[in-house]
């Protein structure tokens, strides 16, 4: 059996690694190889404790304890970090994964695939430079996936906008910065030697994303001299999306972005994308048959799809609820700020750890503790329990 990876991104280059490393005849093609994709490249403890390599490695990086969470009329809060974000240039990352590739025996091409064509039971590739013969597919050319006939089918409901600039410049802290009315947020993120200063949103077009952004950079006198802009798209499947999601189909499985594979919230796709190439491995390891595509399938929608689909629907909720007569971002800011049991969940929240599916429950078991936290500290210490009574 011939695998054909398409796409050397996270998702390509670790599903090509897992192929090549099991004895599967693996070839991956990439037009551009190692490039700095536009992204924040950032990863959170779920990732690397899933995938060590992701954190021991010589590979460049930034390892961030401290975030800083700011939202209109509520200020801003410092979390101090339990689990690290790492933060790697994407050129890094990726050089990374597909040396790893390459060292378990993957052959590498460098050229744009302009068609995927099926031939009887396999797959005829035409290339920029020729044309490769595979037995099965693996999608993974991302979130502007060029093929048609394979891959999540994003409509503009479907995406949401990044963009941002790459800015001289160094510190120690990432910002976190929601925005009245915005479905996304602004980040700054320290990497080696730079800054990735960006912003996400839904429903807004790009060029008044950059305004906003170019405002919060001058206001925070983050000096535009010497950067590069960037901008790019980010999968943000609605709802009913998640549930009509094309992510196989006959020879072939979409891994990470090209499988539309992003938290809906948080724009999180890293994770997914080397997730969701070792489902595909497995899958294909395990059941090269005809129940290839629906054995992927299950194993997505059980190991984290389902959780995304949620997510999809708290989102609004997130960015434009309320909460006891205040935005919901807002109230998180004062609630991190004053409730060492909603820190917590903050806390989970960042490294990963919390789900969407188990994160209402925790909430509402949490609810009164929380309270009594924010009152204690407001001065009515005599209505705050013991800490240990504390759940
Ligand atoms: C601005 C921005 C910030 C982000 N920040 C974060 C973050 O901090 N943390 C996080 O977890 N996620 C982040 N993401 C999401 C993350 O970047 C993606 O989820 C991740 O890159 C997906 O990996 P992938 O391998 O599926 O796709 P990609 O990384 O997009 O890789 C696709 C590859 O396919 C190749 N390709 C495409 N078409 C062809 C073709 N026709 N022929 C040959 N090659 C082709 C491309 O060259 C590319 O190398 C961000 C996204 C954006 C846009």
Same mark, same amino acid.
């Not at 991956?28 to 190692?34: C, N, P, Q």
């Given at each position: 059996?011939?695998?054909?990876?398409?796409?050397?991104?996270?998702?390509?280059?670790?599903?090509?690694?897992?192929?090549?490393?099991?004895?599967?005849?693996?070839?991956?093609?990439?037009?551009?190889?190692?490039?700095?994709?536009?992204?924040?490249?950032?990863?959170?403890?779920?990732?690397?404790?899933?995938?060590?390599?992701?954190?021991?490695?010589?590979?460049?990086?930034?390892?961030?304890?401290?975030?800083?969470?700011?939202?209109?009329?509520?200020?801003?809060?410092?979390?101090?970090?339990?689990?690290?974000?790492?933060?790697?240039?994407?050129?890094?990352?990726?050089?990374?994964?597909?040396?790893?590739?390459?060292?378990?025996?993957?052959?590498?091409?460098?050229?744009?695939?302009?068609?995927?064509?099926?031939?009887?039971?396999?797959?005829?590739?035409?290339?920029?430079?020729?044309?490769?013969?595979?037995?099965?597919?693996?999608?993974?050319?991302? *979130? =502007?996936?060029? #093929?048609?006939? @394979?891959?999540?089918?994003?409509? $503009?409901?479907?995406?949401?906008?990044?963009?941002?600039? %790459?800015?001289?410049?160094?510190?120690?802290?990432?910002?976190?910065?929601?925005?009245?009315?915005?479905?996304?947020?602004?980040?700054?993120?320290?990497?080696?030697?730079?800054?990735?200063?960006?912003?996400?949103?839904?429903?807004?077009?790009?060029?008044?994303?950059?305004?906003?952004?170019?405002?919060?950079?001058?206001?925070?006198?983050?000096?535009?001299?010497?950067?590069?802009?960037?901008?790019?798209?980010?999968?943000?499947?609605?709802?009913?999306?998640?549930?009509?999601?094309?992510?196989?189909?006959?020879?072939?499985?979409?891994?990470?972005?090209?499988?539309?594979?992003?938290?809906?919230?948080?724009?999180?796709?890293?994770?997914?994308?080397?997730?969701?190439?070792?489902?595909? *491995? =497995?899958?294909? #390891?395990?059941? @090269?048959?005809?129940?290839?595509? $629906?054995?992927?399938?299950?194993?997505?929608?059980?190991? %984290?799809?389902?959780?995304?689909?949620?997510?999809?629907?708290?989102?609004?909720?997130?960015?434009?609820?309320?909460?006891?007569?205040?935005?919901?971002?807002?109230?998180?800011?004062?609630?991190?700020?004053?409730?060492?049991?909603?820190?917590?969940?903050?806390?989970?929240?960042?490294?990963?750890?919390?789900?969407?599916?188990?994160?209402?429950?925790?909430?509402?078991?949490?609810?009164?503790?929380?309270?009594?936290?924010?009152?204690?500290?407001?001065?009515?210490?005599?209505?705050?329990?013991?800490?240990?009574?504390?759940?």
């Amino acid at each position: 059996m011939k695998v054909a990876v398409l796409g050397g991104g996270p998702s390509g280059a670790f599903a090509a690694e897992r192929l090549a490393t099991a004895g599967v005849r693996t070839v991956l093609i990439d037009e551009k190889l190692a490039w700095e994709k536009p992204c924040g490249g950032g990863l959170t403890y779920k990732a690397y404790h899933e995938y060590p390599f992701l954190i021991d490695n010589h590979t460049p990086k930034r390892i961030v304890r401290e975030t800083v969470l700011a939202a209109p009329k509520a200020g801003s809060v410092t979390l101090h970090l339990r689990d690290p974000l790492v933060i790697y240039s994407r050129y890094d990352l990726n050089n990374m994964l597909l040396c790893r590739a390459d060292k378990a025996g993957a052959q590498i091409e460098k050229t744009r695939i302009t068609e995927m064509a099926r031939t009887g039971t396999g797959w005829k590739l035409r290339t920029k430079t020729g044309a490769i013969d595979a037995d099965f597919c693996v999608v993974a050319t991302g *979130a =502007r996936n060029p #093929l048609r006939s @394979a891959g999540t089918t994003l409509t $503009q409901q479907d995406t949401m906008s990044a963009l941002g600039y %790459f800015v001289p410049g160094n510190r120690d802290h990432i910002d976190i910065q929601f925005l009245e009315n915005l479905e996304g947020y602004i980040w700054v993120f320290p990497r080696s030697g730079h800054l990735s200063v960006g912003i996400c949103g839904k429903g807004v077009p790009a060029s008044e994303l950059r305004k906003q952004l170019e405002h919060h950079m001058d206001q925070y006198s983050i000096p535009p001299e010497g950067s590069t802009f960037y901008s790019h798209l980010l999968p943000c499947l609605e709802t009913q999306a998640w549930k009509h999601n094309r992510v196989a189909g006959d020879g072939w499985m979409a891994v990470g972005d090209a499988a539309g594979l992003v938290d809906p919230i948080t724009g999180e796709g890293l994770y997914y994308a080397v997730r969701s190439a070792d489902l595909a *491995a =497995r899958t294909l #390891l395990n059941e @090269a048959t005809d129940k290839t595509e $629906q054995a992927y399938r299950w194993l997505l929608h059980r190991d %984290f799809a389902a959780d995304l689909e949620l997510g999809s629907r708290l989102a609004q909720r997130v960015f434009h609820g309320h909460y006891m007569f205040g935005a919901v971002p807002a109230r998180m800011i004062q609630f991190t700020r004053r409730s060492p049991t909603f820190r917590a969940v903050m806390q989970d929240l960042f490294s990963g750890t919390q789900n969407y599916i188990g994160l209402k429950g925790r909430l509402l078991r949490n609810l009164n503790g929380s309270i009594f936290e924010i009152m204690g500290s407001f001065g009515f210490g005599r209505l705050v329990p013991r800490k240990d009574s504390v759940a």
